[in-house]
């Protein structure tokens, strides 16, 4: 029986090992995920680490905003606590000391309010919705860092699929050129040379086809990064209809264009917050000048093991009650008529006694010992190390920062846009150049090309003229991406939509 089952075993095994094959063929590749760059953004922002940080900090300041409101209410709390010991303790309904055991609990409720406090609470809460409103500009800041390196490698892509492209294309034209001399070649009309140096310039283009795609690769790399994929994953940015960038499509000038950020930019604004932040912490620290002054209120009981069988009814008036004392007065001798010498008399006392009595159970132990009781606290700061001095100079210290800060944000912003701006000037202008570069070297190269064809120059020649050629349309597709890059980070800064 069991030599059976272990070959059907095997069988099955071997026909389930055959079907995923057959059905993994059939599913074919996975295709690329085609991105845009707007779906690249948004993508990059929902998987970036720093992003959800932020926004947990936005959550931790949301929590801190609830505890402020909250702190303003009066907190309520409840306890007990069971003991037992043994030897020698005292009897809390005598006060005297008793040697047995005793089972004693304790138990109560009490609830305390601030009612003035220097206003510190007041201002903290303040405080935690200006820090509320600066984190939730701080994560916009992280979800601008994002955008502006996800503009900067999806724009990487494209200018190296262009030189990828423009170099298979000069690959094709070298090899049509390649075909052509070789036919001549073969007639005699062209030296064998010629026919040397393009195979050389052949594989020099297919070098740089090489080159072109590993670059492709690598900025696809960083795309992926970017968007916390694995190398792995499979994408394609979506080609986007790029027009010819106009060099007079800059803005006026970079003031203009600081102007506009200094209402957007999410640094700045956070910074400015965090001098509001600042200010409450500073009123914050001085409210610990002021008097404090809190309300209490609670209700407590307790019950012990050794209270008497009968304990006083609890909510019942004293009354008046003549008692023996235990002490004796003793009669000198002939004070009194017709009573002996040396007789003894007790003494008696009035004492105010419970009317009534009940049985001492725990219910009714704890209802006899229940104590209320009401308070209200001053407390009013004279000395206490100079702590609260020391406080608000802290404090004055971070407000002196947090300007200080924004004034850096401010000069940060004021450089980089300047800079952006400097760069998209100097691209234009090198775009503009390098456009009539091409156009020249393209009429050149046609007239190089007619020459060599008809045997008036050497391949030499020709090639030196193709490698121009192409070395400036390489140049000119490099300022074509840095002109429109620094054009989309000034959009940016200006808070206009990123698309292409």
Avoid: H
């Avoid at 390649?178 to 073969?186: E, K």
């Avoid at 790399?221 to 394609?236: F, G, P, R, Y």
């Avoid at 003031?255 to 930019?265: C, I, K, R």
């Amino acid at each position: 029986m069991t030599t059976t089952i272990k070959p059907l075993a095997f069988l099955c095994f071997l026909n389930f090992c055959l079907l995923s094959s057959v059905f993994s063929q059939s599913a074919g590749p996975t295709k690329p995920l085609e991105l845009s760059l707007e779906e690249s953004i948004d993508m990059a922002i929902k998987n970036n680490v720093s992003v959800k940080q932020s926004e947990l900090q936005v959550m931790g300041s949301q929590v801190a905003l609830k505890q402020s409101r909250a702190d303003l209410l009066p907190s309520f709390n409840a306890n007990t606590g069971v003991s037992y010991s043994v030897g020698r303790s005292i009897n809390q309904f005598t006060n005297e000391y008793v040697d047995q055991p005793v089972r004693q609990q304790s138990m109560g409720v009490s609830t305390q309010l601030t009612l003035f406090n220097g206003l510190q609470r007041i201002n903290t809460i303040k405080q935690n919705k200006v820090n509320l409103e600066g984190s939730q500009y701080d994560l916009e800041a992280s979800k601008d860092a994002v955008t502006l390196n996800v503009i900067q490698a999806y724009t990487q892509i494209l200018f190296n699929r262009e030189l990828l492209e423009n170099a298979e294309f000069q690959l094709g034209s070298t090899q049509l050129q390649l075909q052509r001399t070789q036919r001549l070649v073969q007639a005699g009309s062209l030296p064998k040379a010629n026919q040397l140096q393009l195979e050389a310039q052949q594989a020099n283009d297919e070098l740089n086809i090489i080159n072109a795609e590993n670059d492709l690769e690598l900025a696809y790399l960083n795309l992926k990064q970017l968007l916390q994929l694995a190398e792995s994953d499979s994408i394609t940015v979506i080609i986007p209809e790029l027009e010819t960038p106009e060099v007079y499509n800059l803005p006026a000038s970079a003031s203009l264009v600081y102007q506009e950020a200094l209402q957007n930019w999410a640094n700045l604004q956070s910074a400015k917050l965090g001098v509001n932040s600042a200010e409450y912490g500073l009123a914050i620290a001085k409210g610990g000048y002021y008097p404090n002054i809190s309300l209490s209120a609670g209700l407590f009981s307790q019950y012990s093991s050794v209270a008497p069988d009968q304990i006083p009814k609890a909510g019942v008036d004293n009354v008046t009650s003549v008692i023996p004392t235990g002490d004796f007065l003793q009669i000198p001798e002939g004070l009194i008529p017709d009573v002996p010498d040396g007789t003894r008399i007790p003494v008696f006392t009035e004492t105010q006694i419970p009317a009534e009595f009940t049985d001492n159970t725990y219910m009714n132990q704890l209802d006899f010992n229940l104590r209320r009781y009401v308070s209200i606290d001053l407390n009013i700061p004279i000395f206490n190390n100079w702590r609260v001095r020391s406080n608000v100079s802290n404090a004055r210290l971070n407000l002196e920062g947090a300007r200080l800060e924004v004034i850096n944000q401010r000069n940060q912003l004021r450089q980089t846009i300047e800079q952006v701006y400097l760069d998209a000037k100097a691209a234009a202008k090198s775009f503009e150049a390098n456009d009539k570069r091409v156009a020249s070297l393209q009429e050149a190269f046609r007239n190089t090309e007619t020459r060599y064809e008809v045997g008036a120059i050497d391949a030499v020649d020709f090639n030196q003229a193709k490698n121009d050629l192409n070395a400036a349309e390489s140049d000119l597709i490099r300022a074509k991406y840095n002109y429109i890059f620094s054009l989309k980070v000034l959009d940016f800064y200006q808070g206009k939509a990123l698309d292409f």
